[in-house]
């Protein structure tokens, strides 16, 4: 499935594209292109200082208790708050299994060109990867 069908697609129709309902990825979307400066930043600034070469970036509309907070919707007055975690906190975690982690890092994108982004909605979550834009 692609980005767009994702972004259009609702659980209630079956994952078929459906207009009236505005699927929370379209203001997600919206949110990343605005947030994608500041997100590379932290990226760069995570591998870096070798705190990680895996970057994870958590976008909610709730709370969690994983990663830093780095972009607060409340502040910025977005849709998703956005936080900074790592691949080895995802493990720590339990969110993504040890036995999991090398199939996870046969998928993962390169940190320089997208931002892996663990998405959590009231129906569930998982990861995305969005390109930064291209200057």
């Known amino acids: ?8 697609a609702t659980p209630e129709d079956g994952g078929t594209p459906q207009k009236k309902h505005e699927s929370p990825l379209v203001s ?10 500041a997100i590379k930043e932290v990226a760069i600034e995570i591998m870096v200082e070798g705190i990680s070469a895996y970057p994870i970036f958590i976008a909610h509309q709730h709370e969690v208790n994983i990663g830093e907070l780095i972009l607060n919707k409340e502040e910025l007055n977005t849709n ?6 790592t691949l080895e906190e995802f493990v720590e975690k339990g969110i ?3 036995e999991k982690k090398e ?8 940190p320089e060109d997208f931002m892996c ?5 009231p129906e ?12």
């Open 1 to 8: 499935m692609d980005r767009e069908e994702l972004l259009s």
């Open 28 to 37: 997600l979307e919206k949110d990343l292109e605005l947030y994608t400066d």
């Open 80 to 85: 998703w708050t956005i936080q900074a975690s």
């Open 96 to 98: 993504i299994s040890k």
């Open 103 to 110: 199939p996870f890092l046969k998928v993962y994108k390169k």
């Open 117 to 121: 982004v663990f998405v959590i909605v």
């Open 124 to 135: 569930g979550a998982n990861f995305i990867y969005y390109p930064y834009k291209k200057r």
